[in-house]
Each structure stands twice: as C-alpha cells, then as structure tokens.
C-alpha cells in the first residue's frame, strides 16, 4: 500500500479535485514512479474513516447551513490549508465522502494518520472506525435459493393483499431492472410519501422498481475499476434474486432448465422495490456507502428494509453498521430484515445480533430436483439435479471414479482415453463445479455425479452444469462408490424427473445458516427465525457459470441458497403485514412473525439439523415462519425504539456508544435511568442466564391484545426437568384491544445447582383461537461482556 513517493510527499488537506492535480504534477516530474503510483486508486496515506461525533455536539442551525457543511468545517478544522482551499475554490471536492443525516452522529472522511491524530484531540471527536468490507450472505458454490411464489404461500395472497402500497428498500449488489419480475403494469403508482429518485438511470424505473441509486463514494478508494456512476442495470446476480425474491411481480411460465415452476412470485407481488446499490460483485460491500444508503432510504420513505449481508464478525452494536441503521429504521417505523450469515452449522458463527433487527436464518424447502442414478446392478440411488428432466441417457455407460484426489480437478490426471464417453463420480469442492463440469466435457465424460459434503447430511444444493450431472448426499455417494469398488465393470446412467413436492422431511435447516450464541448479548436468543434459504428460484440477469446457456431467451430463473435469500421472503412477508396492518409498530411485526412461526415440520415433529437431531433454538430460534399465522397472532410484544436504551445501559455501553447508536434521538445518561437485564427486554423469546448460585431468573414481559377485544389466555409451560418454570398469573384476561398485561418467568434450576448446558422449552399463551408461542432457552454461560470495546 504505501508507496515511498508518498512518504516523501505527504498532500496537504485540501479537495480531492486538487489532489489529484498535485499528483498528476509530481508524476510528470518524476516518470520513474508512474507505474506503482498509477496502479494505486488510493491517493497514498490517505485512508477512510468513519468518524463518530459525541454525542452532545450537534450541527447549529445558525451557524451552518446544513450538515454537511458542518461536518466540513469539523474536518477542515484538522488542517489549516483546508480552510484556505475551500474558500479560495468551493468548488473543490472535499474529502467528505459522506456526511450522515440520522444513521450515525458523523461523517466518512479520507485522512492521512497525521490528520487523523491531530482529529482525536478535538473535544468533539468520539472515534473514528478505518474502513470495513461486509459481504452478501449467498453460499458461494452452488447459488441456490429462490422459489417459492404462489404455490407454496398462495394461501395468504388475496385480492386485497399482496403488499400493495408498501415499499421495500433492498441494499444489495445491483438489479437487473428488464427482467420481468419488475415489470410495472398493473402496479399503482408509488404513494405519496416516497421520495426517492432513480439515478442511473431514468428510463428503468417505474410502479414496481420506483427507486435505484447507487452507493460507491467510499468503495470506490479501496476497489479499483468501479464505474462512475456504476448502473446497476445490467448487472447484480444477487441483488436481483433478493429483490424478486421479496417482491417480484408474477411472471407466468418461469423454469430453471425445464425443471418448471410454473407462474413465479415474490412473497409480495404487488409491494414497490426501492434499490440501493451497496456492493460490488466479488469485492464486497463498504461500511460507508451502507451507512449512507440506508440514510437516505430513510428518509426515501421506505416501510421495511432487506439487508442480506453482514461482516464475519459479530460486530459491537455501536460500531456496527446494520446495527446502527437498524436503529435509525425502527426509531423512523421501518422493520428491518438481516440475514443470520452462511458460516454454520459451527456455534457462535451468527451476525446481525441486535435486539431490534429481525434476524434470519435459513431451511430447507419442500421442493426437490429429483433424480437418480441408475447403477449397473440394477440399484437406483436418488439425489437431484437441475438437468431438464427431458434430458435421456439412455443405456448404462462405464462408470469411473477420479483416481487422483476425487474432486475431478486435476487435468494432468483425467485424460480423454480413460474416461471419454464415461460418467464420472466426483466429490464436491476443490473448484466450482460448474467449472469441473465444463473441464470434463472438454474430455469427453457424458455425466457427472456430484458427492455432496458430509456435514449438509441429506440437504442437496444442485447446479446447472453442462454435462448431464445428478448431485448425491454424501451417504448415497459412498454407496456408489463401494458399487465402484466392488462391481467388475462398473455402469451408471442417469433418469431425470423434475421437481417434485415431496420432501421426506422439511423444512430442516441449512447446514450452513449461521448458529448463536448471541456473542454481543447471550440473554437474547438470535436467530429470531429461519426462513427458506436453500435452493431457492428468482430472478437473475443470466444463469451464471453455464456459457453455452447465456443466451437463453428471457425470463431467467435461477436457484441460489443462503441466508441472503431467506431474509428477503421475511421482508416480503412483512410487507403482507405491514398492508394489512399499516399502524403496526416494527416490533409488533417482528412478535406477529415470532410468536407464530412453526418449531415442527411437515411431519409434525421438531425440525430437524443436518444431523438428524431436533434443531437447537440457537439454530432456528422462533421457528419456521408461518406468513398466514403471523397476520393475526393474538398477542403482542411491543417495544418503542427507546425502549431498548435501559438495555443497552444494563449491558454496560458507555453513555457515548448508547447515544451513538440511538441517535438523532437526544443523547442519554445510564446513570439516570434504571438498567434493564437483558432477560426482562420486552422480546418475543426469552433467554435467561443461570450461571450462579442460587440458579434463579426471573424474566418480565408485557403482551398487547391485537386478537379479539374479550379473550382470556392460559399458559403452558413445556420444559425439562432439569429446570422449573412459574409463571405469574398464568391467566390474563384482556377486555379491550390494545390492552397491556403484564405477566413474569421465574426460572429455576430443579436441583439448586449449576445446569450442566443449555436448557431449551417453550412458553404458550392459548385462547381457543391463538397459540402465541416463546422459545424458552436456558444458558448456563454469560458469555463474554457485550460492552466489549474494540479499539480502533
Ligand atoms: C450544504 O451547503 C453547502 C454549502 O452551501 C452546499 O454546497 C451543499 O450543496 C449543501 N448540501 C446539501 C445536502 O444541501
Ligand atoms: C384478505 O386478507 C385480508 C387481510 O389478511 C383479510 O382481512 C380479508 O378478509 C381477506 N379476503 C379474502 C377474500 O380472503
Ligand atoms: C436506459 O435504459 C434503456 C432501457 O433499458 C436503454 O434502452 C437505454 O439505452 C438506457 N440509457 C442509457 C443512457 O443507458
Ligand atoms: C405459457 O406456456 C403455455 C403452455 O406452454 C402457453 O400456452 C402460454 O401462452 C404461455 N404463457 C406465456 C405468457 O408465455
Ligand atoms: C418435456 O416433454 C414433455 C412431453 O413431451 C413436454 O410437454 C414438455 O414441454 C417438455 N419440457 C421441456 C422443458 O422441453
Ligand atoms: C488411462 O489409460 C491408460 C491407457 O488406456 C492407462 O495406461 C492408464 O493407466 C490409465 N490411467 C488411469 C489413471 O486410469
Ligand atoms: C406499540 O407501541 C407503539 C409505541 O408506544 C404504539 O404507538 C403502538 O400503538 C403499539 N402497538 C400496538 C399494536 O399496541
Ligand atoms: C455490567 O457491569 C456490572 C458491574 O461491573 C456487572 O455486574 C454486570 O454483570 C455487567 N453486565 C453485563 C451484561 O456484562
Ligand atoms: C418485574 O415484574 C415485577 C412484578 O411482577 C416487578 O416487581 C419488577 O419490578 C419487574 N421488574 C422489572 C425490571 O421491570
Ligand atoms: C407493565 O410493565 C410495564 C413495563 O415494565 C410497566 O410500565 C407497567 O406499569 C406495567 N403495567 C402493569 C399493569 O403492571
Ligand atoms: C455450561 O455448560 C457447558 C456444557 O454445555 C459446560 O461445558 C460449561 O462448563 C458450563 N459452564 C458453567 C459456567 O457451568
């Protein structure tokens, strides 16, 4: 990075435009340096950062004309020569990238470490935070994911919801505006509040996809060869999926390779699509420019917001992006959807820990890519593809294994003579399959089976390839395998039979969906919810990977899997309550999807892992969401965005990290308020800590009435023995709608002693009509402190 030009040289604190004059100036002179200097986007020392003002220095109205050109003058105030410079040249681009209006209480500027050091010695300085990168939440192998529509949840569309009027705001990584899921006929126009711009480009927007604008300010010093503007047009595989995942319009006769799903959807076809363009296709997404979109989102007027990324660590939530703009969302109305992360099943691996964010995890669906492998012997063994199933093999062909390390990359191994006219078996990994799968065309082999991981147990994630080619479960590959082994002259070929609605077991979760442990807040249970996730249809600009495809005629379907792609149906799907519902406050939203998601599968047994085992809460929290119960759940927990300050104090932040996360609400002391546990936070699970003696907790909680006006609920406890549970009255009787009640947990550990590991079970309110169900978890660790500072 440092180039000894620069240390030579440092630029003085002027405008960007100036800068780079000087620049261009100093490489004249010096044509020894042009090829290093030139390879470098970044203007020497200069780096960015997200500078957090305390809390109790605010923009003065009458001394600045507007934010930013506060923010301005804090910046100019480290260097002399700015001041000077601005004057002399207003128009020179400062190194303000972004001057935050209601996100953050700060700005995102390009300091040199001298500059940056003169800066924390002012009195208004709080911190400043060097840049981050955050990424999309899609599985990176096989893109699965989308389907869904109107088949599965067509139950809950009528002719009086399909989310019209509610507008989605997605931070994502571009959206291909022609495809038909963002066709505008038929759609209203957007209401009168909206008002948020299409940038790029004027002519792509309309009643569907109202709003697109882009957000590269801050990417564009760390990642070269960003367009200016960059169009997202054109490109975002994954911003395209999220989007008509959560509000694509119907697109009749939509398939994946004949593997046909008939009419496509989002969760809510009639919901406008506002996009914001955060992320940048294999680079990431800056901190910055999310800050600054979900800015001006905000104030856009956007009902819910879909952020299907997050950073690989669980970030401090006053330093964390989709913390503090989830914030800002909920203090301004708008729900917030953020996917859990695609690092499990290993614990402690989930990010998007805030309280006040809805926090996805992802399952598997009832759909299935069926297809068999035909074995010489006679044996069928079943595993899926996404061949069209008019695909024919025909008879059996020698089968043949990859001698060298089975992963069928190795070209200096696999020659033409050994496995032409051949079907191939191959363990997942080691490249992208598709490329594996080109790679074996080139020599020759008629069909690849695919041996998925261990550790996905029965989840098959398939992908188009460009030979025939039929995904196993890894205990369906061994069988092959020991065929292989065994047989004299090993056959194979393939039978092809579409999608199929049977799954033995679902939903189950992903293997991959990220698993808590909260680590920033053990006394909460994160993720909230799980979601569909894996294998999912929606639309893309073109089915990435398989060349000879690319010009397939439009509509493009294609299958990607991750947490991504779970978040967005919950943003969908809160749009559909949202409509029905307008005053329904986020966290009203959130308990309605909570209280009513679904801890069984079709079977009507607990959902289960990978492993074969139930699902621990730390995987699935709340449950499957189930959209028809969440529209009337019966009770209610509620919360104000303030509400959570008592907490954020009993977790012990810092005046200043309290007041940065709610700002612009006026800053707070803890000292004068009462600190909440964590455990007696409104929230429509409950968590309590047990780690010393006497092994008691007690957990306070208040429900609203949104079912019907006279009901009376009863509870029921369901829990292990190891624990006893006493809740008081374990009768409330509401006479009016919005009536609060307030009832208490206490917990106990059954023998007074130290539990020997988590304890989970369920808390039910039941009326004869609503079933309104808390995950009860029981942690026996308090983790570490979620105060934790991390120094800059
Ligand atoms: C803020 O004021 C400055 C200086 O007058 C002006 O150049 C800039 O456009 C204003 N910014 C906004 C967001 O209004
Ligand atoms: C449609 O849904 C709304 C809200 O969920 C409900 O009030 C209405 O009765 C439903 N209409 C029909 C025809 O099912
Ligand atoms: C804007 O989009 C339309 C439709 O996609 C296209 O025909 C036109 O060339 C685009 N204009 C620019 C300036 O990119
Ligand atoms: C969908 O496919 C059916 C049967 O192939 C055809 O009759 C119909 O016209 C198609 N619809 C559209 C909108 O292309
Ligand atoms: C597959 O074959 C059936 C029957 O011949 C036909 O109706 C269908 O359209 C074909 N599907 C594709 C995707 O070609
Ligand atoms: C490939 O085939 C050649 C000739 O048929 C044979 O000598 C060689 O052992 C084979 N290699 C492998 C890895 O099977
Ligand atoms: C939830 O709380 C907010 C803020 O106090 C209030 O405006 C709203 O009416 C409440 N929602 C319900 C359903 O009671
Ligand atoms: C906050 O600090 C107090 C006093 O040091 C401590 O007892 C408490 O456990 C801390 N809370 C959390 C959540 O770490
Ligand atoms: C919890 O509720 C009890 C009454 O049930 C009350 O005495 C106590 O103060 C409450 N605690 C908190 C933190 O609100
Ligand atoms: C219920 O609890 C809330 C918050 O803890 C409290 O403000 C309210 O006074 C309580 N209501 C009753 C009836 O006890
Ligand atoms: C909590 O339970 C785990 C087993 O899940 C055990 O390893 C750990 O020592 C226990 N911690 C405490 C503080 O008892």
């Known amino acids: 990075m440092d180039n000894p030009i620069h240390t030579r040289f440092t630029l003085p604190c002027l405008g960007l435009r100036a800068a780079a004059a000087v620049l261009l100036l100093l490489l004249l002179l010096s044509p020894a340096a042009i090829t290093p200097v030139a390879s470098h986007n970044d203007h020497g020392?200069?780096?960015?950062?997200?500078?957090?003002?305390?809390?109790?220095?605010?923009?003065?109205?009458?001394?600045?004309?507007?934010?930013?050109?506060?923010?301005?003058?804090?910046?100019?105030?480290?260097?002399?020569?700015?001041?000077?410079?601005?004057?002399?040249?207003?128009?020179?681009?400062?190194?303000?990238?972004?001057?935050?209006?209601?996100?953050?209480?700060?700005?995102?500027?390009?300091?040199?470490?001298?500059?940056?050091?003169?800066?924390?010695?002012?009195?208004?300085?709080?911190?400043?935070?060097?840049?981050?990168?955050?990424?999309?939440?899609?599985?990176?192998?096989?893109?699965?994911?989308?389907?869904?529509?109107?088949?599965?949840?067509?139950?809950?569309?009528?002719?009086?919801?399909?989310?019209?009027?509610?507008?989605?705001?997605?931070?994502?990584?571009?959206?291909?505006?022609?495809?038909?899921?963002?066709?505008?006929?038929?759609?209203?126009?957007?209401?009168?509040?909206?008002?948020?711009?299409?940038?790029?480009?004027?002519?792509?927007?309309?009643?569907?996809?109202?709003?697109?604008?882009?957000?590269?300010?801050?990417?564009?010093?760390?990642?070269?060869?960003?367009?200016?503007?960059?169009?997202?047009?054109?490109?975002?595989?994954?911003?395209?999926?999220?989007?008509?995942?959560?509000a694509g319009a119907f697109v009749p006769n939509a398939s994946v390779f004949g593997n046909g799903l008939g009419t496509a959807a989002g969760m809510a076809p009639r919901a406008?699509?506002?996009?914001?363009?955060?992320?940048?296709?294999?680079?990431?997404?800056?901190?910055?420019?999310?800050?600054?979109?979900?800015?001006?989102?905000?104030?856009?007027?956007?009902?819910?917001?879909?952020?299907?990324?997050?950073?690989?660590?669980?970030?401090?939530?006053?330093?964390?992006?989709?913390?503090?703009?989830?914030?800002?969302?909920?203090?301004?109305?708008?729900?917030?959807?953020?996917?859990?992360?695609?690092?499990?099943?290993?614990?402690?691996?989930?990010?998007?820990?805030?309280?006040?964010?809805?926090?996805?995890?992802?399952?598997?669906?009832?759909?299935?890519?069926?297809?068999?492998?035909?074995?010489?012997?006679?044996?069928?063994?079943?595993?899926?593809?996404l061949n069209d199933p008019n695909t024919t093999m025909g008879d059996l062909v020698p089968l043949v294994r990859d001698v060298s390390d089975g992963l069928c990359v190795n070209g200096n191994v696999l020659k033409a003579q050994n496995v032409s006219g051949k079907i191939i078996i191959c363990e997942a990994g080691g490249d992208v399959s598709t490329a594996k799968a080109k790679m074996l065309k080139g020599i020759g082999v008629v069909g690849m089976i695919v041996v998925t991981p261990e550790l996905f147990g029965p989840v098959i994630?398939?992908?188009?390839?460009?030979?025939?080619?039929?995904?196993?479960?890894?205990?369906?590959?061994?069988?092959?395998?020991?065929?292989i082994h065994k047989a004299r002259g090993p056959t194979a070929t393939f039978v092809f039979k579409g999608a199929a609605f049977n799954t033995p077991r679902s939903p189950m979760v992903a293997p991959f969906s990220s698993r808590g442990p909260n680590r920033r807040s053990r006394g909460i249970l994160k993720p909230d919810i799980i979601g569909p996730g894996v294998n999912i249809i929606a639309g893309v600009p073109s089915i990435e990977d398989v060349d000879l495809l690319r010009n397939a005629e439009v509509p493009r379907f294609d299958i990607k899997s991750g947490t991504s792609m779970a978040a967005p149906h919950l943003s969908g799907i809160a749009a559909l309550i949202k409509h029905a519902h307008p005053t329904w406050s986020p966290a009203v939203i959130k308990s309605a999807l909570m209280t009513t998601a679904e801890p069984n599968d079709n079977l009507r047994k607990p959902i289960q892992d990978v492993n074969g085992r139930p699902a621990n809460?730390?995987?699935?929290?709340?449950?499957?969401?189930?959209?028809?119960?969440?529209?009337?759940?019966?009770?209610?927990?509620?919360?104000?965005?303030?509400?959570?300050?008592?907490?954020?104090?009993?977790?012990?932040?810092?005046?200043?990290?309290?007041?940065t996360i709610i700002y612009p609400e006026p800053p707070v002391s803890c000292a004068k308020l009462s600190r909440l546990e964590q455990d007696d936070l409104n929230y429509p699970s409950i968590t309590v800590i047990l780690n010393q003696p006497p092994f008691t907790a007690k957990a306070n909680r208040s429900v609203t009435n949104v079912g019907a006006a006279s009901s009376t609920y009863t509870v029921e406890v369901n829990v292990p023995a190891s624990v006893t549970v006493e809740v008081n009255p374990p009768?409330?009787?509401?006479?009016?709608?919005?009536?609060?009640?307030n009832y208490s947990v206490t917990i106990k550990s059954a023998n007074g002693q130290a539990l020997t590991g988590p304890v989970e079970g369920e808390l039910k309110w039941l009326s004869g009509k609503y079933v309104v169900r808390s995950p009860i978890l029981v942690t026996n660790e308090s983790g570490p402190s979620p105060a934790e500072t991390r120094k800059p």
């Open 45 to 246: 020392e200069h780096k960015n950062y997200l500078v957090i003002v305390r809390s109790r220095y605010e923009y003065d109205k009458n001394v600045h004309k507007n934010v930013s050109s506060w923010h301005a003058s804090l910046l100019s105030s480290v260097c002399d020569t700015a001041k000077e410079v601005l004057e002399a040249d207003p128009t020179a681009i400062s190194r303000l990238i972004y001057s935050y209006r209601t996100v953050v209480n700060g700005f995102a500027a390009r300091m040199t470490p001298e500059e940056l050091d003169k800066m924390s010695k002012m009195e208004w300085f709080d911190r400043a935070l060097p840049e981050q990168t955050f990424h999309l939440l899609t599985t990176r192998t096989p893109h699965m994911l989308g389907l869904m529509g109107g088949r599965r949840h067509g139950g809950l569309w009528n002719t009086s919801n399909m989310g019209e009027g509610v507008i989605i705001g997605i931070l994502d990584d571009g959206i291909y505006a022609g495809h038909p899921s963002f066709d505008g006929a038929g759609m209203q126009p957007p209401p009168a509040k909206w008002k948020g711009r299409c940038d790029f480009n004027k002519t792509v927007c309309n009643n569907k996809l109202i709003g697109a604008r882009s957000y590269f300010e801050s990417a564009k010093w760390k990642w070269k060869g960003l367009r200016d503007p960059v169009l997202p047009i054109a490109e975002g595989q994954h911003g395209t999926h999220t989007s008509s995942t959560a």
């Open 272 to 385: 406008h699509i506002a996009f914001y363009q955060v992320c940048y296709e294999d680079k990431g997404c800056d901190r910055d420019d999310i800050l600054a979109a979900v800015d001006d989102a905000i104030g856009d007027g956007v009902d819910i917001l879909s952020l299907s990324l997050g950073h690989e660590d669980a970030i401090d939530f006053s330093d964390d992006p989709v913390s503090l703009a989830g914030y800002t969302a909920i203090l301004n109305g708008v729900f917030i959807c953020a996917a859990a992360g695609n690092t499990g099943p290993s614990p402690s691996t989930l990010v998007n820990e805030a309280p006040w964010l809805l926090t996805v995890g992802a399952s598997t669906t009832d759909r299935r890519f069926l297809a068999s492998v035909k074995l010489g012997d006679n044996v069928q063994i079943d595993g899926e593809s």
């Open 617 to 659: 809460l730390v995987a699935i929290g709340a449950g499957h969401v189930n959209p028809k119960k969440a529209m009337d759940p019966g009770l209610v927990y509620n919360m104000t965005a303030m509400g959570y300050v008592p907490y954020l104090c009993g977790l012990n932040y810092t005046d200043d990290k309290v007041s």
């Open 731 to 741: 009768k409330l009787t509401f006479k009016a709608l919005e009536e609060v009640l």
């Open 461 to 483: 994630i398939p992908r188009p390839h460009a030979i025939p080619t039929v995904q196993v479960s890894n205990a369906a590959g061994q069988k092959i395998k020991a065929y």
